[in-house]
């Protein structure tokens, strides 16, 4: 399993918490509002971190949300809803699509941490629960706060060319293998996605989240599998070059891939 071991991962491993000012940052994201949700039973304060929930009464200009991300930094855990404007809309059909994704973005973000990983103890956190949000039952799903992403560290400052290099290398190679083996595909390789996950003895295991597009699930047919890598390799390439840091891969890097896959 590759590391990332760099020294200066660990200045930033916890998130802040301004109690003063009722102010939480969490990775690159900092609170909108704290708002009381109820958790199988038991009401605690979540920060809303991403995402607006629409109220119908006031007037919208451009497509609402589709989801809103919490986080709560007493459990170091997320929660993720669809924006309940689609339950209560005529666009009621989107709002189960969107949770349908929802739940599939569990599923295979569990699939994911275990493959990249992730200790087992932070694993059995993933899961699909019913919440309430302002009087309302609402889908959730909920995980685990795995560790920073390199997202966190651009902002901080503190993510040198090579790190981000290396990371992005190493997190394509096992977005590539998780394709190879489970055929889940990683639609969306931004920083934010690709995090580091600390051991007990301080290593980082670089680590992939955030599945919940539409179509989570690519073929593996044999002859098109070569043509399927290079699709993901470029979509990795492009986020790191965003980030103005090139990866490479050449030929046999991919071929070498293609030999020591283990199709499940």
């Not at 699930?217 to 390799?233: C, D, N, P, V, Y």
Request: overall charge negative; hydrophobic content about 40%.
């Amino acid at each position: 399993m590759s590391n990332v071991n760099e020294q200066l991962l660990l200045s930033s491993e916890t998130d802040s918490i301004d109690l003063d000012t009722v102010q939480v940052t969490a990775n690159a994201w900092e609170s909108i509002a704290a708002i009381p949700i109820q958790v199988e039973g038991r009401t605690s304060t979540w920060y809303q971190v991403k995402g607006h929930i629409t109220n119908h009464n006031e007037p919208i200009n451009d497509t609402p949300d589709y989801y809103i991300i919490f986080f709560n930094p007493t459990s170091e855990e997320w929660l993720k809803i669809v924006n309940p404007f689609y339950l209560d809309s005529i666009e009621s059909k989107r709002y189960h699509i969107l949770l349908n994704q929802l739940t599939q973005a569990c599923k295979y973000g569990l699939k994911a941490a275990n493959w990249c990983g992730v200790k087992q103890e932070a694993c059995a956190k993933f899961r699909m629960v019913k919440v309430n949000v302002g009087n309302q039952e609402l889908d959730a799903f909920v995980c685990p706060h795995l560790g920073p992403t390199i997202e966190r560290y651009v902002k901080d400052g503190i993510a040198t060319t090579k790190l981000i290099s290396d990371t992005y290398a190493i997190a394509f190679r096992k977005a590539a293998t998780l394709f190879l083996n489970t055929g889940i595909w990683m639609y969306d390789p931004n920083p934010g996605n690709i995090l580091f996950h600390f051991t007990q003895d301080k290593k980082s295991i670089v680590t992939l989240i955030d599945f919940s597009n539409r179509e989570q699930i690519r073929s593996r047919e044999e002859g098109s599998l070569l043509q399927s890598l290079m699709e993901l390799f470029e979509l990795f390439r492009k986020h790191a070059k965003a980030l103005k840091v090139d990866i490479e891969f050449n030929q046999n890097d991919f071929e070498e891939l293609l030999k020591i896959r283990k199709i499940s």
